[in-house]
């Protein structure tokens, strides 16, 4: 999905781009060496979005078909197939953790980039003015990747880049404000949505007959909701009621009706004190306090998001991704401080950086590589399936129409990969190639910013 996750990057990019961040860590404006543990971090999850998740859920899927069409265990491919996609709706998947990582790095983010602009002499309303220049464009990004090929533009908000432009300019007046006042503003934040959902008055949805006009069906909803209270349902809560008022006051091709994946445009309220919580993560690493202190602070972060997270489920409120409830902004901001105190133990505090290259390439290139991922991806696998498609191990790779039958499981690129994996080859070369773009781009200081 932005964020000096997708904007802007706290420092300004090596003197000599062609050599190893390791090798030569560039230093920031108060002299301090660059944060390349959020590069890393961030690159992390920009590489795995441009590479697809490696293909992995797909193959996944293949493999739990086969399996249980020869009787055989399942349960290790079931679990990648979990892990690598998003969950319908209650609870949480590694591939459920990558738009929340976005917010939460915008905030970390936040805390060095506008403290340059400072020490080069900018204003507080200028920095302001930036901030919701900056917003706009990302809301504007948001609508014109959600309209695709659409024959008018689709006036929705749901889009990550979006999302955080909604929330941007309040992020920033957040900024340098004291901690407590954050951590304030952020409950408030959650604990205002939470009542907003708890006392909507809803009959949710009907676990005999779902609700089409919602895109629910039986199935589905006594699959996945049947547990829960009317308020926490799919398109049946007050964030639906708020984007049918909205959205449909908006120049629309034909009326809005639902978001397919339950997505609500006030998500970004809760998703606000996510960004809140990384910005107060940065802050906390840009303050004098040595590297064990602030790696212990920030593992106690995560472990208390994640517990608070949890007694908020168990409180009424569920973990939904997909509506950004409280309790999942609290779990997923665990998880996020977790990686990033992972990230920093390791690159900033040990110094161990031989292995960073390829996500600081990634990193520190993240609107670039959004957009190649987001736009191009389904262009390349065309464009490589026209080129290599005609050759033996091109038309295997590329040919495959992922039905099975005898001969697509025995065979694969010269008999070695079997059919269900081609899933991660197609992908993972497809990503090669958007990789070696942003490689290029690194080596000539080409670094994409809004």
């Known amino acids: 999905m932005a964020e000096s996750t997708l904007l802007e990057r706290p420092t300004q990019p090596p003197a000599k781009p062609a050599s190893s961040p390791a090798a030569n860590p560039p230093v920031t404006a108060a002299g301090q060496e660059r944060l390349l543990s959020l590069d890393a971090y961030r690159g992390l999850i920009m590489t795995a979005l441009m590479f697809n998740g490696f293909g992995l859920a797909a193959a996944a899927k293949n493999h ?10 399942i349960a290790f491919w079931s679990a990648v197939q979990y892990q ?39 204003s507080w309303i200028g920095m302001f003015a930036h901030a919701c220049w900056r917003a706009v464009i990302l809301v504007a990004l948001g609508v014109f990747l959600t309209s695709g090929s659409a024959s008018a533009t689709e006036w929705q908000f749901m889009n990550v880049l979006s999302q955080i432009g909604l929330g941007y300019p309040f992020l920033y007046l957040m900024w340098r404000r004291p901690t407590w006042l954050q951590g304030v503003v952020a409950a408030v934040l959650l604990v205002g949505a939470w009542i907003a959902y708890a006392t909507y008055p809803t009959q949710g949805i ?47 091709g034909k009326p809005f009706e639902f978001n397919a994946g339950g997505y609500q445009t006030i998500n970004f309220i809760t998703s606000l004190a996510t960004m809140i919580f990384g910005l107060m993560c940065g802050e906390l690493l840009r303050t004098s306090r040595s590297p064990s202190q602030k790696t212990i602070m920030l593992v106690a972060a995560g472990l208390g998001g994640l517990g608070l997270g949890l007694i908020c489920s168990q409180l009424g409120c569920p973990l939904v991704k997909r509506i950004w409830t409280p309790s999942w902004a609290l779990f997923s901001t665990g998880w996020c401080c977790l990686m990033l105190a992972g990230f920093y133990m390791v690159i900033d505090v040990l110094k161990w950086r031989w292995w960073t290259f390829p996500l600081i390439v990634v990193g520190m290139n993240s609107i670039a590589s959004y957009l190649l991922g987001q736009l191009l991806k389904p262009w390349m696998l ?13 038309k295997l790779l590329f040919g495959w129409t992922g ?11 010269f008999g070695l990969v079997p059919a ?22 690194y080596r000539r200081k080409i670094f994409l910013r809004i």
């Not at 049946?236 to 629309?252: I, Y």
């Not at 697509?408 to 690129?413: D, E, M, P, Q, S």
């Not at 899933?423 to 958007?434: A, E, K, R, S, W």
């Open 382 to 394: 065309k464009t490589l399936q026209t080129h290599l498609g005609s050759e033996s191990a091109g």
């Open 64 to 73: 739990v078909a086969l399996n249980q069409a020869a009787h055989e265990p």
């Open 84 to 122: 690598f996609s998003h969950v319908e709706w209650r609870g949480c998947a590694f591939w459920d953790l990558i738009q929340p990582s976005f917010m939460f790095m915008v905030g970390v983010s936040m805390a060095y980039s506008y403290l340059k602009r400072q020490q080069q002499g900018a």
């Open 420 to 441: 269900a994996d081609l899933p991660i080859l197609q992908n993972v070369l497809v990503g090669l190639v958007f990789w070696l773009v942003l490689l290029w781009m």
């Open 206 to 252: 009907n676990f005999e007959t779902g609700n089409p006009k919602a895109g629910v069906t039986a199935q589905w909803a006594q699959a996945h909701l049947e547990s829960l209270p009317p308020v926490w349902h799919k398109n049946a809560n007050v964030g639906q009621a708020v984007d049918l008022k909205v959205l449909n006051e908006l120049p629309r």
């Open 403 to 413: 039905k099975f039958d005898a001969a697509a499981v025995k065979h694969g690129i």
